[in-house]
């Protein structure tokens, strides 16, 4: 990525965008994406085990206080995600810093291959069907979600959500209204409407989840390569907020997508490439998703057979 010219990065990132407007808007729920900024590192670790002490999440040192800390399966307190996952969290700054900061500079940079399997557009009826099949697979996820009627404004959403933290994953702000003309009027970032329509969002999970919940994982809704992010990135950094893209995607976004959970997952690892040290995966549990419900099982072996641990995002 390094040697990329800086016009190279920024045509994809606005191709990203622009296809992003397209079927966004048009079809439904779902993002619509080509791939996100090349992965940051490219060498390979050899043994799969679990986080090293200093990777995940520094929150989790502080160990279990008061009584809801003592259920592993309810929401940590002052994180987004249960004690649980104190194993395998890690901040959003860091895993922001691994893929578009400091990348292999970063203190933080794991040592051993980790990947983070991220669904996008929930909750909805994908919702317990991605878990399901992520329990039995036997990793956790980080779920962004949509705080209004698409996602965590269905009927059984807030259900699905206190669900997706008592199985031992994330939960991390895409956004409010999903809405493209919204948070990026003539195709640039409002930093404005985009801190509403995030604190929305996160207001609409304390509902749920409770006012102990702290966030730091966001995704942009069609990603990171709308014009003038910066000034928007730099509101979100001082809500705590880190963005978060991918350098992985299944195609469930893009009209392109396979129908059939074997396509999926291919695509997944094809578009993962040269097999980097991190990985960050982009999925969706829009509605009715079944082939990347279906793609959870031959992903995440063909994962572990490469030798990725799994995390999560806090
Ligand atoms: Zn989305």
Redesign the pocket.
């Known amino acids: 990525m390094k040697t990329l010219p800086r016009a190279v990065r920024a045509a994809a990132l606005a191709t990203a965008a622009a296809l992003a407007l397209t079927a966004c808007q048009g079809g439904g729920s779902?993002?619509t994406q080509s791939s996100g900024p090349a992965p940051a590192g490219s060498s390979s670790a050899g043994a799969s085990a679990a986080p090293s002490a200093s990777g995940p999440d520094a929150t989790a040192s502080a160990g279990p206080s008061g009584d809801a800390a003592a259920d592993s399966t309810a929401l940590k307190p002052g994180t987004n995600r249960s004690a649980a996952a104190d194993g395998y969290a890690y901040p959003a700054k860091d895993v922001h810093d691994w893929l578009w900061g400091r990348k292999a500079k970063s203190p933080t940079y794991p040592k051993k291959k980790l990947a983070f399997l991220t669904f996008?557009?929930g909750p909805t009826n994908s919702t317990p069907r991605t878990l399901k099949e992520l329990k039995k697979a036997g990793v956790p996820a980080s779920f962004f979600i949509i705080g209004g009627d698409k996602g965590l404004g269905r009927p059984k959403s807030a259900g699905y959500l206190k669900d997706e933290i008592a199985q031992g994953n994330s939960v991390c702000i895409?956004?409010y209204t999903?809405s493209f003309p919204l948070l990026y009027p003539g195709r640039t970032a409002s930093p404005k409407a985009i801190v509403k329509d995030y604190t929305k969002t996160v207001s609409a999970v304390r509902d749920v989840l409770g006012e102990d919940y702290r966030v730091g994982c966001q995704r942009y809704?069609g990603g990171h390569g709308w014009n003038g992010m910066k000034p928007a990135d730099r509101a979100m950094q001082k809500k705590g907020a880190w963005w978060i893209d991918w350098n992985s995607e299944n195609g469930d976004g893009t009209d392109t997508a396979s129908s059939t959970g074997a396509g999926r997952a291919k695509q997944a690892l094809s578009t993962l490439g040269s097999n980097p040290r991190v990985a960050v995966i982009l999925m969706h549990d829009y509605k009715d998703n079944d082939a990347t419900i279906e793609s959870i099982a031959p992903l995440v072996k063909a994962l572990k057979k490469k030798g990725y641990d799994f995390g999560v995002m806090s």
């Open positions: 779902s993002d996008d557009d895409h956004s999903h809704p």
